[in-house]
């Protein structure tokens, strides 16, 4: 069997194993991040987890812990099709994990199974900025080009391309969609709280 093969099944194994420790009772209810590499959905994730009392999960750093490698060591080495495998299993397992927010891997909307999981899985926020400020944002993160493949060539115009290529796919799967610019991750989490209606724990 391919070397590759044998990898996708290890680390589905291993995703399994990690990830089905803790069930909910139901799947419903989850708070999914979904958009472009530097709109934010890591750290806003923590915000909205602080503010909620919740659990949250980050399914990016979830396949690099079960994997052992950086996701641009994945790529590198084994090619963006099987980041991707791990990347549905992720997801799927993610479902299942008594975390309540999710934060998810830019290219999760690629796959349609991906898309049709997160229309059944609680309400998906599509955060957006503009090109140029995700271009600093990266920029400004000394992890971007350790963690992070280049999928194009790089740069501003590789947003630009990829923006262009997901934009109607990250469209289809927001129930509610949070412009970033000149926003702190605070700002982004309470107008999500807002948009949903959602108490934090202090107000409860």
Not at 7 to 28: G, K, V, Y
Not at 172 to 196: H, N, R, S, Y
Request: aromatic share 4%; charged share 30%; with cysteine.
């Amino acid at each position: 069997m391919h070397a590759l093969t044998w990898l996708a099944i290890f680390c589905s194994l291993r995703l399994e194993q990690l990830f089905n420790m803790h069930t909910p009772s139901s799947q419903s209810g989850k708070l999914l991040l979904i958009g472009y590499r530097g709109t934010g959905k890591t750290v806003v994730a923590e915000q909205l987890a602080e503010r909620l009392g919740e659990k949250h999960i980050d399914t990016d750093r979830d396949i690099e812990t079960v994997a052992g490698r950086t996701i641009a060591r994945i790529f590198s080495e084994s090619g963006e099709e099987e980041f991707r495998s791990l990347e549905t299993e992720a997801l799927c397992a993610a479902l299942k994990r008594d975390g309540r927010i999710l934060a998810l891997g830019g290219g999760v909307v690629l796959r349609e199974e991906n898309r049709s999981m997160l229309k059944n899985a609680g309400t998906t926020v599509l955060l957006q900025a503009a090109p140029e400020t995700i271009f600093a944002r990266l920029a400004g993160d000394p992890t971007t080009e350790e963690h992070r493949p280049n999928l194009t060539g790089g740069g501003l115009e590789e947003i630009v391309e990829v923006l262009e290529i997901r934009r109607e796919l990250y469209r289809q799967c927001a129930d509610l969609i949070v412009d970033t610019e000149d926003k702190t991750p605070a700002q982004v989490a309470d107008e999500i709280l807002a948009k949903c209606r959602l108490k934090t724990q202090d107000e409860e």
